[in-house]
């Protein structure tokens, strides 16, 4: 899932070195790619028998401060992380999840095309 929101980030980055087209055609293929990780996911979920959740890990240090008449003392500072916990799974229901994903993926695949031919007639100067 991880993988998923890194993508989505880096994408909305280049969306603004992207041309119209570029963020037309990025647009119409998102949600087929969003499914397109989720299917990696569970199947990489089913063939290892078990998923993995993130878990936010606080961390405590202690660091030297000044306060405010300049003299020093010892500040608490808690920051987070995330690792990834392993979590058991239903495998029958992920196999369900995959089997409705991969079925979304189709309908997608068709509106995304469509979408797609929209944006070549909206930008046919475009370069592709």
Same mark, same amino acid.
């Given at each position: 899932m *991880? $993988?998923?929101?890194? %993508?989505?980030?880096?994408?909305?980055?280049?969306?603004?070195?992207?041309t119209?087209?570029?963020?037309?055609? #990025?647009?119409?293929?998102?949600?087929?790619?969003?499914? &397109?990780?989720l %299917?990696?996911? !569970?199947?990489?979920?089913?063939?290892?028998?078990?998923?993995?959740?993130?878990?936010?890990?606080? #961390?405590?240090? $202690?660091?030297?401060?000044?306060?405010?008449?300049? *003299?020093?003392?010892?500040?608490?500072? !808690? *920051?987070? #992380? !995330? @690792?990834?916990?392993?979590?058991? %799974?239903?495998?029958?229901?992920?196999?369900?999840?995959? &089997?409705?994903? @991969?079925?979304? *993926?189709?309908?997608?695949?068709?509106?995304?095309?469509?979408?797609?031919?929209?944006?070549?007639?909206?930008?046919?100067?475009?370069?592709?």
């Amino acid at each position: 899932m *991880r $993988f998923a929101f890194v %993508i989505i980030c880096i994408s909305s980055v280049l969306a603004g070195c992207a041309t119209p087209y570029e963020r037309c055609t #990025s647009e119409a293929t998102k949600d087929l790619r969003v499914v &397109q990780d989720l %299917i990696t996911e !569970t199947e990489q979920n089913i063939e290892r028998g078990y998923a993995f959740e993130q878990e936010v890990v606080p #961390s405590t240090r $202690f660091e030297w401060c000044v306060s405010r008449n300049d *003299r020093f003392h010892l500040c608490r500072d !808690t *920051r987070f #992380s !995330t @690792r990834d916990k392993p979590v058991a %799974i239903d495998l029958e229901a992920e196999r369900e999840k995959l &089997q409705g994903l @991969r079925e979304k *993926r189709v309908d997608l695949a068709a509106r995304s095309q469509d979408d797609i031919s929209a944006c070549q007639q909206q930008f046919p100067d475009a370069e592709r």
